[in-house]
């Protein structure tokens, strides 16, 4: 595929493509292509759609970004990918993760929401990043170890090296192991178990990450996130 190609049919937020562009053609991201293509045409089930795939991205412009919160991959039931981490479509229930931290976010700030869609989270400045991007239908991690994770590495360094005064948010190990090139000097990194009803009650209640984030926002002159939906 040529680079004129490459530009036409990466549909990304300019800020993030003029950034991210070059990394379409690195071998990793040739290879991870053929992967999927050659995964539909065995007939597999991707989620998201591929026109949800950079969702995080374009909802949350380079510039914009105040706080990362990094997952691992996609929900893989039908309707629950869009794109962004944790969150789900409009109208759709929030699966048991997402119900833990609306637990959480009562319990700190005293704010109750019901929506699972995060949207309004990410147009404010809170990039939803999963370390994968995309997922097959009833596989959990179907896709990990094909290239998005060298993908979403890329996106940290950019905000670790480009930006100051981020809040990154790591719910545990696998958000953790990938956060670790974060610079704690430049940025805040909160670190706590997953909210998955698996591991919640060992440390994530309680955690505060959401008065932590805009307690450090705030200190450093920046606006605070509504976390109110």
Not at 88 to 96: C, N, R
Not at 185 to 193: D, F, L, N, Y
Not at 200 to 221: C, D, I, M, V, W
Request: charged fraction near 20%; hydrophobic fraction near 35%.
């Amino acid at each position: 595929m040529t680079q004129l190609n490459i530009e036409e049919r990466i549909q990304m937020e300019p800020q993030w493509k003029q950034r991210l562009l070059s990394e379409f053609e690195q071998p990793y991201m040739v290879q991870l292509r053929e992967f999927l293509l050659q995964r539909k045409e065995q007939g597999a089930t991707l989620f998201p759609p591929a026109s949800e795939w950079f969702n995080a991205f374009n909802h949350t412009p380079f510039e914009q970004v105040k706080v990362v919160i990094i997952g691992q991959d996609p929900y893989h039931g039908p309707g629950q990918a869009h794109g962004l981490c944790f969150s789900v479509p409009a109208g759709v229930p929030p699966p048991p993760s997402l119900r833990n931290i609306y637990k959480e976010l009562a319990t700190d700030l005293n704010i109750h929401n019901q929506s699972g869609t995060l949207t309004p989270w990410a147009d404010q400045g809170v990039l939803l990043l999963n370390a994968v991007l995309t997922v097959e239908a009833g596989q959990a991690a179907a896709h990990q170890g094909k290239g998005w994770e060298s993908f979403t590495d890329r996106v940290i360094d950019h905000l670790n090296r480009e930006r100051e005064h981020l809040v990154f948010i790591l719910w545990g190990g696998y958000a953790q192991k990938k956060g670790a090139r974060i610079d704690t000097h430049r940025h805040r990194v909160i670190r706590s178990p997953h909210p998955s009803p698996l591991s919640a009650h060992r440390g994530f209640f309680g955690s505060h990450p959401f008065s932590q984030t805009n307690h450090y926002l705030t200190e450093n002159k920046i606006a605070p996130i509504e976390w109110q939906l």
